[in-house]
């Protein structure tokens, strides 16, 4: 058995009203890539920010052993200087600087007092080849490239401090498969590098391609380690304890098949963006029927979360051309509170940038968009709000201490059901769902699917925008794949496959 | 639960606001020692609540201004010049009262609105619009007093506004009695909504603070506008700002908690974009709360001017800072969407406290600036330093 690179030992984390990590054993050997998996809220983000210093030394109880010395981190510097780089899922890159700046942004390369320039874009475009960037520009802005392009990016970042140990947050979240194989192809040759890697990933294919180690957490403890050399890791085998039980087909059936009339139609659907200067969507048309679940297929950037911004109500202020019908009449939504009005729901793709105000409670949220429904004259009544936000907490199962809990606070699965439930309380007949199970674990993505069989059963219709195809092809009864903001084909949930979905995608 | 447990847990989840009202119990206490309890007799702290007015209103609309994330630096020449408008009309034109203010008001909410409109429409940081009201209301104030200088405002009822007391039903010497007796509706009103509140929440099964709990809760809110309303009946009872402060407060308070229209004014602080993509109307409610705020600052010029009795080329100078100031004490996230009507108002007093006690003891203006810019920082970094304690 090769040597431990890190240990942490009997780790216990409270916040308020929760045991985030209770008792938790980790233990990464070195050079190995090894993988943290768990339910939402299982408490491997805090495990990982209890070891980076995020969670100075103190406030929590337990021992991080590095190297087989104990270490006491009171600031992400402290853990940085002991070789420790955490990429967290959200990125933090500032947009408006270059590649060159960012990587060595925190640590600048000087030449007496001052910044060396020259040696900085050197060994910045060093560390670009490093992460397989060969073609990018070390002063293009960030905000110019893709967020593929971007992970790795923060990535030739953590590898310019010197890291021993890396610790990528849900890294492949919001990559397409593409993105995502250079990512995992990354992480292979600096493990030859003897870099030693912690993954955290929902996403279990990737887990099972590419783990040593697999380490699963479960309501703050850890339940096991598998390992890959042993032949010990399926994906059976980790959904089991990550959520328990077993679950056989994460695609839960649906049984009905007879869909109704057109609920929702756009025809020649085309937008125009000022803010970027050039045509976003073109020609657009597709329907969805009561009672069906539609697949919008493609790859990032390929125009997906404009289409549902542009129908609805436009909230990016585009110039749109062309018809949109809801239940068969003919509909101009000025604002999203119009496409609400009509029966239109949008779950958003990033909950925590427009999705989900984080320094609001879990009630507050759950019925910002549709506080009529709790008002007598104009006055509000907060118990019905309280008894509302509690119905859809037990509904969705959210997982919180009340319905009083701060929504920054939460995990990120179920700041995703809050999501849900804001919008299932405006009680609308179409609901858009854009990449609905992003960052959230196998079980409740089950669950989400679950909701939507349930849903659709009672007569509701959902266009699901997704970038995991597996998801797109399970759960979808017609799927539209979207190439460069034109339909470039439509299948039926028999003849789709994800070769056919790719080939359109792509061209 | 023992009541020691759960006073404990009150003063955790609350910690912010009971720390601000421990507060301004403690700068109160210490003046009332060092100056021999001349703070805190009837006529000293009448006198206080009564300055303090033309600030606790601005201080009311302030709020909501930093709650959406903005700022509004014209409140202060806004009230000074509208004050004067005030005047003019009282004086040049024999314009009643309540016609006067009825106009002030209006062209309160319509400088509002335009500023607003500059916001929003136009895309101009509220920061540089206001910064350029600032400039256009203090020349303008400039501009209509420049014939006269100050203009004194010989009108007795407009002046009672900011002067004048409330008037007395039955005479006993040395107790105002409706002032009294006001005092005691209120407690009554309150003990009753505070008994129909609990009473709804246990239809629902919610949980409610224990018996022993609300009665102490019951009792000590009613101890404390007792013992304001006795010391205020002391000498000459409530006067007008009082109960012009009281209704502005009534009202906000009741809009930011009770209202979509308040609940949505949060929600565009929280996160204007998840705002937008709820269907509220950012823009709207961005406008509603600027018209608000000068419309709230035009009243504040009534109230500083009836005062004064007069309007005065430098009416309003610096209202805005203290305006903020107190927001800020009070507990308004410098991130915006957090922070209470009441609890800037209680900053206001906060602030309106330190300078009168100040004064009282005759401390050096230059030591006065220091300490409230000492205190200001301090209640600011107790509100960073507790926000993370509270879920
Ligand atoms: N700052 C905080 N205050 C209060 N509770 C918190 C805080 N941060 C996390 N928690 C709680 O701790 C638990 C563990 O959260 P954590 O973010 O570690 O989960 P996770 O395993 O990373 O989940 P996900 O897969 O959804 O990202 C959750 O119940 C969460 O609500
Ligand atoms: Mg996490």
């Known amino acids: 058995m090769n040597e431990n690179i890190l240990e942490m030992k009997n780790i216990t984390k409270t916040f308020p009203g929760v045991k985030a990590l209770d008792d938790v054993n980790f233990q990464v050997e070195k050079g190995e890539i090894h993988c943290l998996v768990g339910e939402n809220g299982a408490g491997k983000s805090t495990l990982m920010k209890v070891l980076s210093g995020v969670y100075p030394y103190g406030e929590y109880s337990g021992d991080i052993v590095l190297n087989g010395e104990i270490q006491k981190f009171y600031s992400i510097s402290d853990s940085e200087r002991a070789g420790i780089a955490i990429i967290y899922q959200e990125l933090a890159l500032i947009p408006e600087l270059s590649v060159y700046e960012n990587i060595f942004l925190g640590h600048e390369i000087k030449k007496g007092k001052l910044i060396d320039w020259n040696e900085t874009i050197k060994q910045a475009g060093a560390m670009l080849k490093k992460v397989g960037l060969h073609n990018v520009n070390p002063a293009t802005k960030i905000k110019d490239l893709g967020v593929g392009k971007q992970q790795l990016i923060e990535i030739a970042k953590a590898l310019s401090k010197n890291v021993k140990l890396l610790i990528l947050d849900e890294p492949t979240a919001a990559l397409n498969e593409g993105d995502s194989e250079n990512l995992l192809k990354l992480l292979r040759e600096l493990k030859a590098q003897g870099v030693t890697s912690v993954m955290i990933s929902h996403k279990l294919k990737e887990v099972i391609a590419i783990a040593d180690t697999v380490t699963v957490l479960r309501d703050g403890q850890t339940i096991c380690s598998m390992s890959a050399e042993r032949g010990e890791i399926s994906e059976s085998i980790i959904i089991k304890h990550m959520v328990g039980r077993e679950i056989d087909n994460i695609f839960p059936k649906r049984n009905h098949k007879d869909f109704g009339d057109i609920v929702l139609e756009v025809k020649n659907w085309c937008a125009y963006d000022p803010k970027i200067g050039r045509d976003i969507l073109h020609n657009l048309d597709f329907n969805v029927r009561k009672g069906e679940i539609i697949g919008i297929a493609g790859l990032m950037g390929a125009g997906r979360t404009e289409l549902a911004h542009s129908i609805f109500g436009n909230p990016g202020e585009y110039r749109i051309k062309g018809d949109l019908f809801v239940m068969g009449q003919k509909k101009h939504f000025k604002s999203p509170n119009d496409a609400i009005k009509a029966g239109v729901a949008y779950v958003t793709e990033d909950r925590k940038g427009n999705g989900l105000i984080l320094i609001d409670d879990i009630k507050q949220n759950i019925t910002i968009a549709n506080l009529k429904q709790l008002t007598q004259q104009g006055i509000l009544n907060r118990n019905e709000e309280v008894k509302a936000a509690n119905y859809y907490k037990e509904s969705l199962n959210i997982k919180a201490p009340s319905v009083e809990q701060k929504v920054g606070n939460l995990s990120g699965g179920n700041q995703q059901k809050v999501s849900l439930g804001k919008w299932l309380f405006v009680k609308p007949n179409v609901l858009i769902l854009d990449e609905p199970t992003r960052g959230i674990d196998v079980g409740a993505k089950f669950e989400i699917y679950t909701l939507m069989n349930k849903l659709v059963e009672q007569g509701l219709s959902i266009i699901m925008i997704s970038s995991e195809l597996p998801e797109v092809l399970g759960m979808s009864d017609r799927i539209y794949v979207v190439s460069e903001g034109k339909i470039a084909g439509e299948l039926t949930a028999e003849e789709a496959t994800q070769e056919k979905i790719m080939e359109m995608a792509t061209n | 639960m023992g009541v020691i447990n759960e006073a404990k847990k009150l003063m955790k989840q609350n910690i ?216 205020l009946s002391g000498y000459n009872g409530l006067s007008w700002t009082v109960i012009v402060v009281i209704i502005v407060v009534l009202i906000y308070n009741f809009i930011t908690n009770k209202t979509v229209l308040g609940r949505h004014i949060y929600a565009v602080g929280g996160n204007p974009d998840a705002a937008k993509l709820s269907g509220i109307n950012v823009n709207r409610i961005t406008l509603i709360v600027f018209s608000s705020m000068s419309m709230l600052a035009a009243l504040s010029g009534i109230l500083f001017t009836a005062r004064l009795q007069s309007a005065t080329t430098t009416a309003g100078t610096l209202f805005e800072l203290d305006a903020i100031a107190a927001a800020y004490v009070g507990g308004v996230s410098a991130a915006g969407g957090v922070g209470k009507v009441t609890g800037s108002i209680i900053g206001a007093f906060v602030m309106a406290s330190l300078v009168n006690g100040m004064n009282l003891m005759g401390v050096d203006i230059s030591y006065q600036y220091i300490i409230r810019g000492a205190v200001l920082v301090a209640a600011v970094i107790f509100d960073v330093k507790t926000r993370n304690k509270r879920s």
């Open chain 2, 16 to 231: 912010r606001e009971y720390g601000m009202y421990i507060a301004l119990v403690v700068i109160m206490l210490t003046f009332s020692v060092a100056t021999d309890g001349l703070f805190m007799s009837s006529r000293n702290i009448s006198n206080l609540i009564n300055q303090t007015g033309y600030i606790a209103v601005l201080a009311v609309g302030m709020t909501l201004i930093l709650i959406i994330r903005h700022i509004d630096l014209s409140v202060g020449f806004v009230a000074g010049f509208l004050g004067a408008v005030a005047a003019i009309l009282l004086t040049k034109t024999g314009v009643p009262v309540w016609a006067t203010i009825v106009i002030v008001l209006a062209c309160g909410a319509l400088i509002g609105s335009f500023i607003g409109f500059l916001v929003t429409k136009m895309g101009i940081p509220s920061f540089v619009a206001t910064l350029a009201g600032m400039l256009v209301f203090r020349g303008a104030l400039l501009r209509v007093t420049s014939g006269t200088g100050t203009i004194i405002i010989p009108n007795k009822s407009f002046n009672a506004i900011g002067n004048g007391f409330i008037p007395d039903i039955a005479h006993i010497e040395g107790i105002h009695t409706l002032t009294l007796l006001l005092g005691v509706i209120a407690i009554g009103f309150y003990i009753w909504g505070e008994f129909n509140n609990r009473k709804n929440k246990l239809t629902y099964n919610f949980e409610v603070l224990s018996n022993t709990m609300f009665t102490l809760k019951l009792l000590f809110v009613s101890l404390v506008i007792g013992y304001i309303t006795w010391t």
